[in-house]
C-alpha cells in the first residue's frame, strides 16, 4: 500500500503514512536518499543534526487537496575549508523548490491558470480545482515565472494601445526576431519610450507607426537604429489621403453630377472607360506573359510590375480572361461599336445581333437582346439615381475600384467626376503610383513621386512622406514591419479584457509575455 502511494508523490520522495481527512489529505514523506550535497562546497554530507517539517501543498488527489507533510534534516558540513557549518535539505528542483509553499507541479499549473484566466477568475477556478491558492498568490507565481529575455534585443517594433479606447494609452514593444512581445510601458509619452529604449542599446532597427512620438523617442534614444515606418500604415495612410481628397472636392462633385441631366456622351464614355479598363488588362497580360516567356521568375516579375503575385500565376497559367472578371461578357469588344450604334437612334437588338455576327461575333442572339433590355433599363434608372450624391467614401471607394465591379449608373456618376474634376483623377493616380511602388519596392522612386505629388491634391500627405522619408524608405524595403506588433496589440486587448479591466501593468505584462 505504502509502495503505491509513493507513486502519486513527487519523483524522489518516500511516503511515510498517510491520513485521509474530510476535505484534504495529508502525506507524510522524506527524501529516498540518505545524503545531502552542501550547497556551498559539493561535499555530500551524511551527518543529520536535527529535523523540522515544511508542509508545501500538491496536486489534488481524489477530490481531496493534498498537503505534503515534508521531513527536512539539517546536515553539518564536514569539509574543511567549507565556510558553512549547517544546511538544510535541498530537494530534486523538479520536486520541491527550497522554501517553495508548492511542489513544482502544482505551481505549474497554477502558473497556467493564471496565465489562462488571470487573477481573480484563476482563485475561483483553482477552488473548484481543489487547489486553493489566493488571487494574490496567482498573480505573484505568474510574475515570478514571466520568462525574462534572454537575448539582447536587436529588432524590435513599438506601437501605442488603449488601457481604455480614446481615454488612456499604453505602450507595448515586440522582438520582430523571436516574434514575441517583451514589454509594456505605462504611458506613450515620448519620455518614457526614451527611457526603455536607452536601456537597451543594442537594438539596431525599431519598426514603428507614422506619427506619435516614437520616432522622435528613437532618434534621441538611439541614433544609430534605423528607423523603420510601419508599410501597412503606409499604405492605409495613402488611401485615407485620397479619401481627404474627395472629401475637399465634394463641392465641386455636387456640382458636376448635379448638373448631369442624363447626358448620352456620358453614358458612352462610362462604356468607353470599360473598353478602356478591358484594353489595359490585355496590356498587362501580354507583357506579364512576355517577362515569363523570357526566362523572368514570377518574384521577379511581381517586384518590377507590382501586380499581386496570385494573379500573376493566374496569367502565367492561361487563366487571364478571369483574373480581373470572372462574368467577361463575349460582348466586351463590341462594347464601342454597339453604343455607337445605340447613340445613333439603332435599338433594334436583332438587327444589331446580325450585323455583330458579320463582324465575327459567335455569341447568340440572345446576349445583345439582354445588352439591350440592361441598356434600356440603365437609361431610365441612371436617370433617376443620378440625382444623389453618393457620401466621399463611397466615391473614394468607386473611383478605386476596377470599372468592372460598378454598376452603370456607378460608372456614370464617376465619369462625370472625371470629367468634370480633373484634380481628382490625378490625386487617385498619384495615390495608386504610391501603392504601386511600395508594393514593388521601388524605393529609388520616391523623391520623384513626393516632386510630383507635393502640388496635387495630396500634397499634405506627400509632405509628410518627405518629412519622414528616412523611415519611409526603409518601410519600402526593409523585411521589418510592425504588422506582428498589431497582432500582439489584439493579442493583449484579449488578455486585457479577460481581466475585467482591472488589469495592472505588471500582471498585463507578465501574462502576455509569460505565455509567448
Ligand atoms: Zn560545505
Known sequence: MAQRVTD?????????????????????????????????????????????????????????????????????????????????????????????????????????????????????????LMTPVSNDTLLRVVRRRARPPADPLAVIGIDDFAWRRNHRYGTIVCDLERRRPVALLADREQATAEDWLRDHPNIAVVARDRGGGYGEAIAKALPNAIQVADRWHLMHNASQAFLDAVRKSMRQIRRVIGAATINPDLLTSAERLQYEGYLRREETNVAILALWKDGVSIKQIVKRTGHHRQTIRRIVRGERSDVFRPRQSSLEAHLPWLDAQWGAGVRNAAALWRELRAQGFRGSARVVAEWATRRRQADRAD????????????????????????????????????????????????IADFHGMVRAKAEGQLPAWIDRAANSLVGSFANGIRRDIVAVRAAICSPWSNGQTEGQVTRLKLVKRQMYGRAKLDLLEARLIGAA
Open 383 to 430: 436617370a433617376g439615381s443620378l440625382a444623389r450624391t453618393p457620401s466621399a467614401r463611397t466615391l473614394a471607394r468607386l473611383m478605386t475600384t476596377s470599372r468592372d465591379n460598378l454598376s452603370k449608373s456607378e460608372s456614370v456618376t464617376i465619369a462625370a467626376i472625371e470629367e468634370g474634376v480633373p484634380s481628382l483623377v490625378e490625386a487617385r493616380e498619384v
Open 8 to 128: 502519486v508523490v513527487p519523483a524522489g520522495f518516500h511516503v511515510e503514512r498517510t491520513a485521509l481527512e474530510a476535505d484534504r489529505v495529508v502525506i507524510w514523506v522524506r527524501a529516498k536518499s540518505n545524503d545531502c550535497a552542501c550547497p556551498d562546497c559539493g561535499q555530500r554530507s551524511v551527518r543529520v543534526r536535527s529535523r523540522y517539517w515544511r508542509r508545501p501543498a500538491d496536486l489534488p488527489l481524489g477530490g481531496r487537496r493534498v498537503e505534503l507533510r515534508v521531513m527536512v534534516r539539517r546536515f553539518q558540513c564536514d569539509a574543511v575549508l567549507c565556510p558553512r557549518r549547517i544546511f538544510a535539505e535541498r530537494f530534486a528542483e523538479r520536486a520541491l523548490a527550497p522554501l517553495a509553499r508548492r511542489t513544482e507541479r502544482l505551481d505549474h499549473i497554477v502558473h497556467h491558470l493564471g496565465l489562462a484566466l488571470g487573477g481573480r477568475p484563476a482563485a475561483a477556478f483553482a477552488a473548484r
